[in-house]
């Protein structure tokens, strides 16, 4: 059996100082923002089949539209970007918003990934092989 507590299984570990165990662990924050991040999904996708989801594909579940936007953002504050004021950010989203999208366009800086084709999604069924009687 596989036990789910991995904090307590590595600090019951024999044969290890405490320094040692804590090596084997991630960090505090990265473990609560790990727990998190497993709650979340598993809510999520709990509301998406109950509400009519044949299925649910983790991959869309992502922030990179959303890094992306604020991406740009930055990019219009200049050499502000660390430290951006409320009114710069407004004054930058009222800027795109008058140039359209083609500010948008390109620029495949960070660590998003931009999605430029259409899923096309068959939902044929798939052929079962038929049981056999005996």
């Known amino acids: 059996m596989i036990s789910m507590n991995w904090e307590n299984d590595v600090l019951k570990r024999k044969g290890f100082t405490k ?10 924050q990265s473990m609560e923002a790990l727990k998190i991040t497993l709650h979340s999904f598993v809510q999520v996708t709990k509301f998406l089949i109950m509400n009519g ?16 936007y604020f991406s ?7 050499s502000n970007e660390k430290n951006p004021t409320l009114k710069g950010v407004l ?10 999208s083609t500010f948008l366009a390109g620029g495949s ?26």
Do not use: W, Y
């Open 91 to 100: 004054h930058s989203r009222q800027s795109l918003h008058v140039q359209g």
């Open 72 to 78: 740009i953002l930055r990019r219009c504050g200049g």
């Open 53 to 68: 989801a044949p299925s649910v594909s983790s991959r869309n579940m992502n922030q990179d539209p959303l890094e992306q």
């Open 19 to 28: 320094e040692q165990k804590l090596k084997m662990m991630i960090s505090f």
């Open 109 to 134: 800086r960070g660590n998003t990934e931009v999605l430029t084709r259409q899923l096309e999604i068959d939902e044929t069924p798939l052929p079962s092989r038929k049981k056999s009687q005996k």
